[in-house]
């Protein structure tokens, strides 16, 4: 597929993408090719695609694997792919985000801008093998971010926590129609168990969203701001800024926040 194909496609399913939706369509076929390729794809392999759009990652994904299922929200294109793939895959015509993912081994994407957050964060409460996805590189960085660089973020430490994840390629914004402002990149997230152990995960994902929802603010003030701990109460790190910790370390304040809300 190139930009005259995605410009005639565009055409006849009569698609007009939506900025507020991110729809922004891939229209290098190498780019697509290595995309799929990250993610290994065996004929057993169940494999879900958020936002096929035009198909230029679904039509190799139905040759690699049995089992592709996509997710679709505009209309449009939900009836687009459903007559140009018929019974090679399962479609649901349906929000991401308002869906439930059927179980997947593998997740291989070109997330809409607008919802990358949002998936991740529930890509991650899934049980899979290999994730592939294309994200703005901005977003991509953040996901990779060392401690104490201003991309350094709650979706840093929660991935970290989760998964191994590592940039694969940056991908020009002239690869895509419309061409969006900013470039892209391929992101694989390979599942692990987590690197430390905290008393209460539950604790541990809370604590670092209410610290990063204020990083500018010290931790104490942020906590007892939120009504996790007490006034007075002391937790490890506490005049410090979560930006400054690494991942251990705000587990550690994660087990202190935990240990005084159970004597509460």
């Known amino acids: 597929m190139d930009g005259k194909e995605t410009n005639r496609l565009i055409a006849e399913t009569g698609v007009v993408p939506r900025k507020s939706r991110g729809q922004n369509f891939l229209t290098d076929d190498r780019v697509a090719q290595r995309h799929v ?9 169940r494999v879900l695609e958020v936002g096929p759009g035009l198909g230029i ?16 929200l505009d209309e449009a294109l939900q ?40 998936v991740i964060f529930k890509l991650l409460e899934c049980d899979f093998k290999k994730a592939v996805v294309m994200v703005q590189k901005e977003f991509a960085e953040r996901m990779v971010a060392p401690v104490g660089t201003v991309d350094y973020s709650r ?10 994840c590592r940039m694969m390629e940056p991908v020009p914004a002239s690869r895509f129609k419309p061409k969006p402002k900013v470039d892209s990149a391929l992101v694989e997230i390979v599942p692990r168990e987590a690197p430390f152990k905290v008393l209460d995960e539950r604790t541990f994902f809370k604590v670092t969203e209410v610290t990063f929802n204020h990083r500018r603010k010290k931790i104490g003030t942020a906590l007892r701001n939120a009504g996790l701990i007490p006034k007075g109460a002391e937790v490890p790190h506490m005049d410090d800024r979560v930006e400054t910790l690494s991942p251990e370390e705000i587990g550690k304040v994660a087990d202190a926040v935990y240990a005084l809300r159970k004597d509460i």
Request: hydrophobic share 35%; net charge negative; glycine share 6%.
């Open 37 to 45: 390729g990250y993610a290994d794809i065996s004929k057993d392999d």
């Open 57 to 72: 990652l679904t039509s190799k994904l139905v040759e690699l694997s049995d089992h592709v299922t996509c997710i679709e």
């Open 79 to 118: 009836d687009y792919i459903g007559d140009t793939y018929g019974d090679r895959l399962t479609l649901i015509r349906g929000d991401a985000m308002k869906v439930d993912f059927p179980p997947f081994d593998k997740f291989v994407s070109n997330l809409p801008y607008s919802i990358s957050t949002p």
């Open 155 to 164: 979706l840093t430490v929660n991935l970290y926590y989760r998964a191994d």
